[in-house]
């Protein structure tokens, strides 16, 4: 079966800033498609959970705080990248909009809930190493493009 990286609160690991998870509702039909490979580059680069919410600014990812979680971040992200790549991980399904885990949109450094297009920390990598990112809201995309 094809491996496939997914983030850890999709799969309903209690890893969110929050503390809580963004449980996915179809998991079973990934599980029965694909060997899952959790991972939350947060917490493998470091931080806590539960955490302040972070955004990217600039070339930065600061929390709400002011503080800069930058380092933290790559970190997870090449974690999560070498996880990928010692899996053979060529797909991945990330968190939407997550500073660390966001494709194609993330939001905007404000903490107003402004979205603009980007792609966050990990998610930027993967796709630098030639890895498909989808998000939560592609999963039909993402069964799809397996099938192809």
Same mark, same amino acid.
């Given at each position: 079966?094809e491996k496939?990286?997914?983030? $850890?609160?999709?799969?309903?690991e209690?890893?969110?800033?929050d503390?809580?998870?963004?449980?996915?509702s179809r998991?079973?039909?990934?599980?029965e498609k694909?060997?899952?490979?959790?991972i939350?580059?947060?917490v493998?680069?470091?931080?806590?959970?539960?955490?302040?919410?972070?955004?990217?600014?600039?070339?930065?990812?600061?929390?709400?705080?002011?503080?800069?979680v930058?380092?933290?971040?790559?970190?997870?992200?090449?974690? $999560?990248?070498?996880? $990928?790549?010692?899996?053979?991980?060529?797909?991945?399904?990330?968190?939407a909009?997550?500073?660390?885990c966001?494709?194609?949109?993330?939001?905007?450094?404000?903490?107003?809930?402004?979205?603009? !297009?980007? !792609?966050?920390?990990t998610?930027?990598?993967?796709?630098?190493?030639?890895?498909?990112?989808?998000d939560?809201?592609?999963?039909?995309?993402l069964?799809?493009?397996?099938? $192809?």
């Amino acid at each position: 079966m094809e491996k496939l990286l997914i983030s $850890a609160c999709l799969y309903g690991e209690k890893c969110r800033y929050d503390g809580k998870d963004n449980l996915l509702s179809r998991l079973d039909l990934l599980k029965e498609k694909f060997t899952l490979i959790p991972i939350c580059p947060e917490v493998s680069g470091g931080l806590a959970t539960p955490r302040n919410p972070s955004e990217i600014i600039g070339k930065s990812v600061v929390m709400n705080n002011g503080s800069d979680v930058t380092a933290e971040y790559k970190k997870g992200a090449e974690a $999560a990248l070498k996880t $990928a790549l010692d899996n053979g991980c060529k797909v991945a399904l990330m968190k939407a909009k997550s500073p660390s885990c966001g494709s194609g949109k993330i939001y905007d450094g404000t903490f107003s809930k402004t979205l603009v !297009d980007g !792609d966050g920390i990990t998610a930027r990598l993967l796709k630098e190493h030639g890895i498909k990112v989808f998000d939560e809201t592609q999963v039909s995309e993402l069964l799809e493009y397996i099938k $192809a």
